[in-house]
């Protein structure tokens, strides 16, 4: 009870405060989220969609457009980007609540073609493989690498031959000794946490962000190991702290 979970907390934000959860900015905030908030919210997945499927295939050639799957897809603001540009679309997530708050989305803006599913634990039994392109962005931060590692496994199985991949992991912390001593004590000491949070000005109980990072050799031998014939890695810019996003394509050299 006193170490953080991040599935219970991504619930929490999904319950609470789903936008702000998926793209932490107080204009998301549940009590100040407007129309033309919202409208930039899923304006920003139309444009990391149309840039990922522009370096894509710049890089390794043209993509299949049948299936495609995000995971962590929050309240679809990527998801649904993608449903405008392939067959049919599965979103993956931990939290009910955004399950259904991307349903709803999907149903506001006519995307039936999109649909959304718990990940139902890290080996992601309720998809079965064969997409066209598997994405994650702004996830697997959030996600310990103990389990992230084997998710990312996962999810490069799910790619079918000559399908490609979208990873986006954070390599490194901004942040002084001090501070990453702290952020680690905090998720494993909740009351510290939650005093942290109250004196910050937020609510006690506010869930927490864990950020974590990855090791870039080791998912890139994990690729290899799965018939990836090599990758690109693109500087992911709109995180303050350093990462990439990993492309490639399973069994066809890049060209």
């Known amino acids: 009870m006193f170490v953080d979970?991040?599935?219970?907390?991504?619930?929490?934000?999904?319950?609470?405060?789903?936008?702000?959860?998926?793209?932490?900015?107080?204009k998301y905030r549940a009590e100040r989220l407007s129309e033309t908030a919202k409208a930039e919210f899923f304006a920003s997945g139309e444009t990391y969609v149309a840039e990922l499927l522009d370096r894509l295939e710049t890089h390794a050639g043209r993509i299949g457009r049948g299936r495609a799957l995000d995971f962590g897809s929050g309240v679809g603001r990527v998801a649904l980007p993608l449903a405008r540009r392939f067959d049919s679309v599965v979103g993956l997530d931990v939290s009910p609540s955004m399950i259904r708050e991307a349903e709803a989305n999907a149903l506001r803006f006519g995307l039936p073609n999109a649909s959304f599913r718990p990940s139902g634990g890290d080996d992601l039994p309720n998809v079965e493989g064969g997409f066209d392109l598997v994405?994650?962005?702004?996830?697997?931060?959030h996600i310990q690498p103990h389990r992230g590692y084997r998710i990312i496994g996962r999810l490069l199985d799910l790619v079918a031959d000559g399908g490609a991949c979208a990873l986006h992991i954070n390599l490194t912390r901004r942040a002084t000794r001090l501070r990453k001593a702290v952020n680690w004590s905090r998720a494993r000491f909740l009351p510290l946490h939650h005093a942290l949070n109250l004196a910050s000005g937020r609510k006690w109980n506010e869930p927490l962000m864990q950020m974590n990072v990855y090791d870039l050799n080791r998912i890139a031998l994990m690729m290899q190991d799965r018939g990836f014939d090599g990758f690109y890695a693109h500087r992911f810019h709109d995180e303050p702290h350093p990462g990439v996003i990993l492309m490639g394509i399973k069994g066809r050299p890049r060209g």
Do not use: C
Not at 135 to 141: H, K
């Open 135 to 141: 994405n994650t962005v702004i996830v697997l931060q």
């Open 5 to 26: 979970s991040p599935d219970k907390s991504w619930e929490a934000y999904g319950r609470d405060d789903p936008y702000f959860g998926v793209a932490a900015d107080p």
